[in-house]
């Protein structure tokens, strides 16, 4: 069974750091693209990152560009998400899903931002 | 960036009956595989999204026959033969061929 677990969300402050991970199991991690998908407060689904499976490839939408960087570990399953200069408008809870297609999805870390 | 832009953004159906929403894109999805990377996902209040649909037409495995998904370029339909409780929620369709990767806006299925 696919399973995908997310963890490391939190309350920063404006300006700050933090850092998601995605522990990928049931699957060959390794031969998978993976993606970072966010979801503000009541809002749709934004898609945020985009990781190929030997990390050759790696896509950002412009509102997270230079500021969030995507990377995995395919020796420990994992996938990671680190977001530094976070803003108000980051709060949202953070998917991990499997593939360009997204056929499989996390249950989600909750970041927010707030001073 | 391609824009997907669903109707209605809100669709009251009663039990039993069909119920339809309609995607379309600011360019067509066909991918320079030949393949149209359109899919649909289903998400129940409080829960993550799931994937329902997939290159259009394609059921994702476990998912009712109930679901149907068509169309084709920048017209995309999903579907649902006869609405049951567990399909409230809210549904998006989303392209997977140009990237940035986008979303619709969502439409929100409500048992009347």
């Known amino acids: 069974e696919v399973q995908l677990l997310e963890s490391g969300g939190g309350l920063v402050q404006p300006g700050g750091s933090l850092r998601l991970s995605c522990a990928a199991s049931?699957?060959?991690?390794?031969?998978?693209?993976m993606n970072w998908v966010r979801q503000a407060p009541g809002k749709g689904l934004e898609w945020v990152s985009f990781?190929?499976?030997?990390?050759?490839?790696?896509y950002y939408a412009d509102s997270v560009k230079g500021r969030f960087t995507i990377s995995r570990d395919n020796a420990k399953n994992s996938l990671y998400l680190q977001m530094n200069s976070l803003r108000a408008e980051d709060t949202a809870m953070y998917y991990c899903?499997?593939?360009?297609?997204?056929?499989?999805w996390g249950q989600g870390t909750l970041l927010t931002v707030s001073s | 960036d391609v824009v997907m832009t669903q109707s209605p953004l809100s669709l009251p159906v009663t039990l039993g009956q069909p119920a339809s929403i309609s995607c379309r894109s600011s360019?067509?999805?066909?991918?320079?595989?030949?393949?149209?990377?359109l899919n649909w996902f289903q998400q129940r209040p409080g829960q993550s999204p799931r994937r329902l649909i997939y290159?259009?037409?394609n059921r994702d495995s476990g998912v009712p026959d109930r679901f149907s998904g068509s169309g084709s370029a920048t017209d995309f339909t999903l579907e649902i033969s006869r609405v049951e409780a567990e399909d409230l929620g809210v549904y998006y369709c989303?392209?997977?061929?140009?990237?940035?990767?986008?979303f619709g806006q969502g439409t929100k299925l409500e048992i009347k």
């Open positions: 290159k259009v037409s």
């Open positions: 990781i190929s499976s030997s990390s050759t490839t790696i």
């Open positions: 989303m392209q997977g061929t140009h990237w940035p990767l986008t």
């Open positions: 049931g699957f060959t991690f390794s031969s998978s693209s």
């Open positions: 899903a499997r593939t360009r297609n997204f056929d499989y």
């Open positions: 360019q067509s999805l066909v991918h320079s595989d030949g393949n149209t990377y």
